[in-house]
């Protein structure tokens, strides 16, 4: 009885045994996966040249010799000329919509100026008259007094029309009103530039301009009202490399003649940079009509600390780079100059071989 009972106490023992090893047993932590770390581009502070160049596109021309402008302002009428057309010292070259008015007040100013000389004269003749024939001194008084009358009547009217009753030129005066209204050639020459119809002009805006049909230059529009206009970077005299476009192959020695002001001696309306060559090249190569580029150097520094734009900030009015402090990453202010498309210059703040973190 007891044997059998030990027999069957046996299995279950052993059952409960790996009941109780299974509930004893401790699985091992799962690690979690980390989150990757950003890794963030950083730059060091070479030292380089930088070079700013700029590409300009013009013209060649007949070289500039007059600039013609209007002496009053209003609109332009009638064009006589065109570009490339050669023109004669004292040629009209065009006029102005108000000719017409100015011709007419002429008329009526020349007719009332006329009246009054008229009467002037006669008022001297009838006292001349007086005198030969012996009137009394009491008429021939009279007579001069008619005299005097006439002649403030012709100096009251000279003033009214603007005219100085002293000249002696009065109708030339006139004349010169009028031709006011138009502009004329003032040498020969070729047209290079001129005004179109109906343009409002004042008499700073240039309306023609005149050029030596044996000599060339290069016309180059620049406007200054544009915030990237290179003029600031420019002057007169400056060297430049001429390429025609027709011919790549070939590059000519240049210099700036002329800006506009204030950047150089040009007018200020005239948005035209004006470029002669160092040496004349072939008229195969090199004639009106041409267009070509210009190459100008605006900035050449050499061996200057610089950085490329991706590792400089500006926030806030403040330019500065973040390295690598004692605590972590900290803000530098930094002081620029030149600036490309690839570089920056470092005017301050850091020195070559230092590490910069970039955005």
């Known amino acids: 009885m007891k044997k059998n009972f030990l027999v069957l106490l046996s299995p279950l023992l052993i059952v409960f045994s790996l009941i109780l090893a299974g509930c004893g047993t401790t699985q091992s932590e799962v690690t979690p996966t980390p989150y990757p770390t950003p890794v963030r581009t950083t730059y060091t502070v070479q030292r380089g040249d930088i070079v700013i160049d700029q590409e300009l596109f013009g013209r060649v021309t007949p070289l500039a010799l007059n600039t013609v402008y209007f002496q009053m302002d209003g609109h332009v009428g009638d064009v006589y000329v065109q570009v490339n057309d050669t023109v004669t010292k004292g040629q009209l070259l065009a006029d102005l919509t108000e000719l017409n008015d100015l011709q007419q007040q002429a ?15 006669i008022a001297q003749l009838t006292l001349e008259q007086d005198q030969a024939e012996g009137r009394s001194s009491y008429e021939i008084q009279i007579q001069q007094l008619q005299v005097e009358l006439a002649q403030m009547d012709l100096d009251e009217t000279l003033i009214k029309y603007g005219i100085n009753p002293d000249a002696s030129d009065v109708l030339d005066q006139l004349d010169a009103q009028v031709a006011k209204a138009e502009v004329f050639a003032p040498t020969d020459g070729v047209i290079i530039s001129g005004v179109n119809p109906g343009r409002a002009v004042s008499t700073t805006t240039p309306a023609f301009t005149i050029g030596d049909g044996s000599q060339m230059e ?26 025609p476009n027709s011919n790549p192959s070939l590059k000519w020695d240049g210099t700036i003649r002329q800006l506009p002001s204030p950047y150089g001696t040009g007018s200020a309306n005239d948005n035209t940079a004006h470029i002669v060559l160092n040496q004349t090249p072939s008229a195969a190569d090199f004639k009106s009509g041409d267009t070509v580029t210009v190459q100008v150097e605006l900035a050449n520094k050499k061996g200057v600390l610089w950085l490329p734009p991706a590792a400089i900030r500006e926030v806030g009015g403040r330019t500065f780079v973040i390295v690598n402090g004692e605590n972590g990453p900290q803000r530098m202010d930094i002081d620029v100059g030149l600036k490309t498309q690839d570089r920056i210059e470092i005017v301050s703040g850091l020195d070559e071989g230092q590490v910069v973190i970039g955005q």
Do not use: C, F, H
């Open 107 to 121: 008329t009526s100013t020349r007719n009332a100026i006329r009246r009054a000389q008229i009467n002037l004269q």
């Open 218 to 243: 290069i016309l180059v529009d620049v406007n200054p009202a544009q915030s990237d206009s290179p003029l600031k970077d420019m002057y007169e005299g400056m060297p430049v490399t001429v390429v």
